[in-house]
Each structure stands twice: as C-alpha cells, then as structure tokens.
C-alpha cells in the first residue's frame, strides 16, 4: 500500500524558514518522480514543486521560484520542502503527492501537513 | 500559463441523479487532464486520468470525457459518499494548474 506521511509542519513567522519532510512507503520511491500541493484554508488546490526520479531537474511555479526548494533522498525514500523567506499567502495545508505514470498527474496523495505564517 | 475554468462552483443534486462538472482549458492540453474528488476533512484522490480513465478502485459510474478543450466529469448515478469538491487539473505543461473546484451536495 502506497503511504506518504508529511511532517514538520507548524507555526513561523513572516521572512523566516521551514523545512518539510514526506517519508515514503509501498513503492519503488526512487522510480517515481514526486510533487508538493499546497491548499490555503477553504481555498482550491496550488501546485508547488516537483522533482524528477534522481533530483536532478526540480520544477516550480513563479510563485514559490527562488523561495522554495524541493529535495529528495533516494536511500531514505524521503521528499523534502525548503521554505525560506515565507509570507502570510503560503500558508496552507502541503500535501506530498506522487506523480503518476501518466504524465503530470498526481496518483497519491500524504494526508497533508498544516503551516501557519503569522507574527 | 493555462487556465482551467471550472463550473459550475456548486451544485445540489439527488441521490440517483446524473451530475455533470466540466472544465474549459485556455489552450490545447489534449488529453493531459486529471479529475480529483476531496472530501470534508480528507486529502484529494485521483479519480480519472488521460481526460478518460478511470483510476484504480474509482467506481464506474464515475466517467470523463473531452470535446476539444472542453472537458467533463460525470456522474451516472449520485451516491451519498460522492459527495464533496471536485478539481480537474491540467497535466500538459507546468505550471500545473487546477480548476477553482465544484462543490457537490446533496438535495
């Protein structure tokens, strides 16, 4: 069974950083390249970074670009979110997500990790 | 970037009726589409993929469709556990965009 449980989540202040993990489990981790969603409080679905099976290519939108930086680790089956220079529009429940083997999809989904930017 | 126009953004219907969602992309994305379901409290699930497949374990009265850059999420028989929001998403070219969503209730 595929599981993807997110951490590291929580309270920060505007300008400061954060670093989001996803352990990975019911796959071949390192076959599958990978993404983070992110959803504000009652608002729609916001893609917010992908990486490719070795890490060597990452994708961002312009929204995140040059603040937010998706990493991988292949041996420990682990993704993770650098988020530095944050403001009070990031925040938003992130959700770790598999791509699919269909294109840019998203097969998979983490149950999603909860942060707040707020002095 | 590609824009995904969704509607409508809420929809009341009964158990047994046919719901039908769709979503107009801002330019040509062939069949790069992807439906999800989220229900109250939980995380998305996929349920359609390539604009008309059904992903695994999604039910069959669950069902897409595409007419030029139109596209459509049907339902063929409401249940009480379809209820809950619906995003398409554009998988053709990034950044990957989602429709603002439609939100299913029930009559």
């Known amino acids: 069974e595929v599981q993807l449980v997110e951490s590291g989540g929580g309270l920060v202040q505007p300008g400061r950083s954060l670093k989001l993990s996803c352990a990975a489990s019911g796959f071949t981790f390192s076959n599958y390249y990978m993404a983070w969603v992110r959803q504000a409080p009652k608002k729609g679905l916001e893609w917010v970074a992908t990486i490719s099976t070795s890490g060597s290519r990452t994708y961002y939108p312009d929204s995140v670009k040059g603040r937010f930086t998706i990493s991988r680790d292949n041996a420990k089956s682990s993704l993770y979110l650098q988020m530095n220079s944050l403001k009070s529009e990031d925040t938003a429940t992130y959700y770790c997500?598999?791509?699919?083997?269909?294109?840019?999809?998203?097969?998979?989904w983490g149950q999603g990790v909860m942060v707040t930017v707020s002095s | 970037d590609i824009q995904m126009t969704q509607s409508p953004a809420s929809l009341s219907a009964s158990l047994e009726e046919i719901v039908t969602i769709t979503c107009q992309a801002s330019q040509d994305i062939g069949n790069w589409l992807a439906w999800y379901q989220q229900k109250p409290g939980k995380s998305p699930q996929l349920l359609i993929y390539?604009?008309?497949s059904l992903a695994d374990g999604v039910p069959s009265r669950f069902s897409g469709s595409r007419s030029g850059t139109q596209y459509s999420l049907k339902i063929s028989r409401l249940q009480v556990e379809d209820i809950g929001i619906y995003y398409c998403?554009?998988?053709?070219?990034?950044?990957?965009?989602f429709g603002a969503g439609t939100k299913l209730e029930l009559k």
């Open positions: 390539g604009a008309t």
């Open positions: 998403q554009q998988a053709s070219s990034a950044p990957y965009t």
């Open positions: 997500a598999r791509h699919g083997e269909f294109g840019a999809i998203f097969d998979y």
